[in-house]
């Protein structure tokens, strides 16, 4: 895929190994390539294992800003992954402008209401976190959020029915 100024870029990944803090370091640099406000990025999740820790992060990846993206979708996000690890990296990784979440046949409804409420409690609260650290995660950043829409449908024939729910967040960095 090549950078490009006028086309919509979309890029899907589906990770299948652990997702560690270099792994996050690498997408950073990658996006970073891209005309930043017209990214999709689509992230199926398949591993199982998940960190993110700042302390592991090198100089030079901290150092530039996170892309923006315009818009994040997340699927097959279950347990055993940890959540909160995820949201520190993926937020470390990109600045989204909406962030929305599929989960078919409820297999990620828990990350579903993680997010509601992770989200939802940031809101007005001025961050007391990363005091002391140069590297200041998320809650920094963003200013504002709200729910832009959350459904649920079935899909497919009435063979193979399939119900698929979604919840769409609107962020502000
Ligand atoms: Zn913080």
Same mark, same amino acid.
């Given at each position: 895929?090549?950078?490009?100024?006028?086309?919509?870029?979309?890029?899907?990944?589906?990770?299948?190994?652990?997702?560690?803090?270099?792994?996050?370091?690498?997408?950073?640099?990658?996006?970073?390539?891209? @005309?930043? *406000?017209?990214? &999709?990025?689509?992230?199926?999740?398949?591993?199982?294992?998940?960190? $993110?820790?700042? !302390?592991? %992060?090198?100089?030079?990846?901290?150092?530039?800003?996170?892309?923006?993206?315009?818009?994040?979708?997340?699927?097959?996000?279950?347990?055993?992954?940890?959540?909160?690890?995820?949201?520190?990296?993926?937020?470390?990784?990109?600045?989204? @402008?909406? *962030?929305?979440? &599929?989960?078919?046949?409820?297999?990620?409804?828990?990350?579903?209401? $993680?997010?509601? !409420?992770? %989200?939802?409690?940031?809101?007005?609260?001025?961050?007391?976190?990363?005091?002391?650290?140069?590297?200041?995660?998320?809650?920094?950043?963003?200013?504002?959020?709200?729910?832009?829409?959350?459904?649920?449908?079935?899909?497919?024939?009435?063979?193979?029915?399939?119900?698929?729910?979604?919840?769409?967040?609107?962020?502000?960095?």
């Amino acid at each position: 895929m090549t950078t490009s100024s006028l086309q919509e870029s979309y890029l899907r990944l589906m990770p299948n190994e652990h997702l560690g803090t270099s792994w996050f370091q690498r997408l950073r640099e990658y996006l970073s390539r891209f @005309e930043q *406000l017209n990214l &999709e990025l689509v992230l199926s999740i398949i591993s199982t294992t998940n960190t $993110f820790t700042v !302390e592991e %992060l090198n100089e030079i990846t901290s150092f530039c800003s996170p892309s923006v993206v315009k818009h994040l979708m997340l699927k097959d996000v279950a347990p055993p992954l940890n959540f909160e690890s995820l949201l520190d990296g993926l937020f470390w990784t990109c600045h989204p @402008e909406s *962030l929305s979440v &599929e989960s078919m046949w409820g297999r990620s409804d828990e990350f579903m209401q $993680f997010l509601r !409420e992770k %989200l939802m409690e940031k809101e007005g609260v001025q961050p007391v976190c990363c005091d002391s650290r140069s590297v200041k995660c998320w809650r920094h950043y963003l200013k504002g959020i709200e729910v832009e829409n959350s459904t649920t449908s079935l899909h497919g024939d009435s063979f193979s029915p399939c119900q698929v729910s979604t919840i769409c967040f609107k962020l502000r960095w």
